[in-house]
């Protein structure tokens, strides 16, 4: 919000432009090599492509390709609302494991967040953190929530003020799902969590395996009932 008020758009917020602190009580943004600075536009970024002179005409096509919005991708704005959209992509990332579209190229992932196609486990995540996953990545820019909304969000109230240590179930699930994906161990009965995480590591492990080189098909057959322009693209997959 800070950033924000004196007008600097970050252009690129991920889980890895944050640093976490060694106490675990604080976080900062890092990498501002694509930001942009809205009340003096005349600065140039080293990471924008606006200060190469091959790319002038890509102002506003800036970032990671997972965490890009609607509106960079087809260069047309990348500003407060791009980044609060990016910010979205990053809460997935954190709760899941991996950025919210993912696929075998970076075309298709372009053409997955113009279509909004956003997965989300059915299982692992609280009821307050679908809602604020679903409210905050929306293609439509003006739906989008401000950050002063975001922080007031259900999923924030009763917040820890640490961060948790690494689960001991979560590196045990993720040893399982790694080993042999069709096999589903004998759950603890007490553990719905430790169900509930295997579910859910199992769901982002496929969607994982269909970001891999040479599964682009295996995308493109799950696009193409929700995205038109595919039909046309890849006509013999229709069917």
Known sequence: ????????????????????????????????????????????????????????????????????????????????????????????QVLCGIPPFVAGSDYLVYVRIRAGDVQIPPHGLSDPAHSLLKSII????????????????????????????????????????????????DLPQKSQYFSDRYNLTQTVAKWRDLSAPGKGIAMVQHLIPHVPELQSLFPEKVA
Not at 170 to 176: E, L, N, V
């Open 1 to 92: 919000m800070h950033m924000h008020r004196m007008g600097i758009v970050h252009r690129d917020l991920k889980a890895e432009n944050v640093l976490l602190s060694g106490d675990l009580q604080s976080i900062k943004l890092c990498d501002f090599g694509s930001s942009r600075d809205l009340f003096n536009p005349q600065i140039k970024g080293s990471g924008t492509p606006s200060s190469h002179s091959r790319q002038k005409s890509l102002t506003h096509f800036v970032g990671t390709p997972n965490f890009l919005s609607p509106e960079a991708i087809s260069n047309s704005e990348n500003d407060i609302l791009s980044d609060i959209w990016s910010l979205g992509c990053l809460f997935y």
């Open 138 to 185: 929306q293609t439509d820019r003006s739906k989008r929530p401000p950050l002063a909304t975001i922080k007031l969000h259900e999923f924030f109230h009763d917040i820890q003020p640490l961060v948790p240590q690494y689960n001991y179930d979560d590196a045990c699930i993720r040893s399982i799902v790694r080993q042999n994906q069709s096999i589903k161990p």
